[in-house]
């Protein structure tokens, strides 16, 4: 249908737009070709950057607002309606938002003319990728109106609290029993979860498997755990009537309504995610309480990971081989040292291994990580041997570096090309790793016995301390963590104990190596037990090379 140019003007189509844009999420607009004007939904100049919701010199003022890649094909598609030779206008392209970012929209639009000569276009503009508002498999609204419920409070949110439900590994159920099956289960969980809700809270959909339930009753975050339990009960329950057809849970992220304060929905979207998450994180089909302790350790652990990352992309910046010496007990001359890995950061100074290794051990980091500390601690030690040439050094392997990477031909070239000696190279292994012994470690093991690269057990003490790892092992070294020295400074029983393991890892032709010596007074009793080697502060902490050089090797 084309509208006759005699029975409405410009300006009446500008005042219809006037009237309609508050109550539609579209935009509608007017392009006056006759007088080269625009007219749009005054609420579209507030969304995108665009000089106003009214302009002259409409293809001109468009270069300010439209994605520049996206300016030709508009550019082409305004050219054939101003020419005449298109009667409408349908386009899907990119218009820019006041904060700069690309917005897909889908501008639709039909020419009236007058004669032959188009005169104006009227049409329409949605954006495509707003997220929809109501959800027709579980039949309840989304989160678009969530949104739009929550720019009520302006300020701050009333007293309540928010659950994000998730149903736990829904994505399995999908490929096992088709999606098909999934959308039953998602609507008859939106039953049950529907059937628990208390007077005066609200249910939203959000993404694919999760749910919100909104309380702004004043309800505390005691009763949505309560909540909770009742809807994992009506799950449990109908999991049962189905006959166990497919076996489900659900989990909870819970959050006080105070915690979000100005940006509404941004603070309920991103912490009810973390809450959920960390519900999964910690074994599924439970719940968690949200805090802000808790989300800014994951905030600290993500840009952790970023700067970890970074670093590695810029030749290991911020990274650094501390070296403990360790000492011979019987002669007290020093035996060699310890490699420890250093992160520093401009946000957060010096950051301890115990935070900053487990992060590289779960983004696999640790693999480029491990082999350029491997190489760092073979060059220092290259030094150390023109002046002790058989200066010990040992270095930590993490068990991530033995099941996924290279690590004996990294070892064995890394030992070549820094021409170190390997009966001065020990690797050292924790204890708690070998329980997941696997056939790789054993081979690393015997391929190390080989070459004479000598072998540690670390953390001698804090795990199981079977037995049966030293006799199918035959580590070199043991090394005694320091929280069982310290146990057996402390205690008779636990002193016992240890001169027990010494005994026999003597017995055995093993080295007992004691960790975490911090005065005279614990070495006094620590000799007790006759160790072979002694490491802690007592004899020096760990430190940079420089400082290692002059401190005791220069000096001598
Ligand atoms: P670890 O291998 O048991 O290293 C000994 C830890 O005890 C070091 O902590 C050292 O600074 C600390 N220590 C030494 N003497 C004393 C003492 O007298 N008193 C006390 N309280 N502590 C003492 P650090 O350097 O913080 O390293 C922690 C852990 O991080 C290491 O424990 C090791 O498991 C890991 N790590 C460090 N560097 C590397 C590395 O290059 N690769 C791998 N995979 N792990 C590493
Ligand atoms: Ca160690
Ligand atoms: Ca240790």
Known sequence: MTIKTDKISVEQICAIIDEMYHCMDDYLY???IINDFYYISPNAAERFDMPSNN??????????FVFPDDMP??????????????????LQYRWMSKDHKPIWINCRGTVSYEGDRPAFMVGCINEIGKTQKADNISGLLGLASLQQFLETYKDALPKGFVIRLGLDDFKEINEKLGSDYGDMLLRETAKYIGDCLLENQKLYRAVSDEFIIIDFDGNSTEQAVEEYKSIRHAIDSFVEANHYEAVFTISGGILEAEDCIANNFTDIMKFSEFALNE???RGKNCCYIFTHKDYDKFLRKR??????????????????????????????????????????TDEYGMVSPAEFIPVLEETGLIMPVGKWMLHKSLELCNTIHKYIPNFRISINISYIQVLKSSIISDILSAVDEHSISPSTVIIELTESGLVTADSRIDKLWSRMKEEGIRLALDDFGTGYSNFNYLKDLKPDIIKIDRSFTMKAIENPYEFNLLSLIANMAHNMELKVCIEGIENLEE????????????????????CPFNEFMETYIQSK
């Not at 598609?77 to 349908?90: A, F, P, Q, R």
């Not at 000492?327 to 420890?340: C, D, M, P």
């Open 30 to 32: 007017v392009y006056d």
């Open 55 to 64: 302009f002259n010199n409409v293809l001109e003022a468009h270069h300010r």
């Open 73 to 90: 094909v508009l550019q082409k598609d305004l050219d054939k309606i101003v020419s005449g030779e298109c009667k409408s206008h349908n």
């Open 279 to 281: 519900a999964k994180r």
């Open 303 to 344: 840009h952790l990971t970023q700067l970890l990352r970074r670093s590695v992309t810029r030749d290991f910046e911020g990274f650094e081989a501390y070296l403990q010496p360790l000492f011979a007990t019987s002669s007290n001359e020093l035996y060699g040292a310890e490699a420890l890995m250093r992160f520093r």
């Open 523 to 542: 070495l006094d009793k620590i000799k007790n037990i006759s160790p072979d080697y002694c490491q802690g502060y007592y004899f020096g902490r760990p």
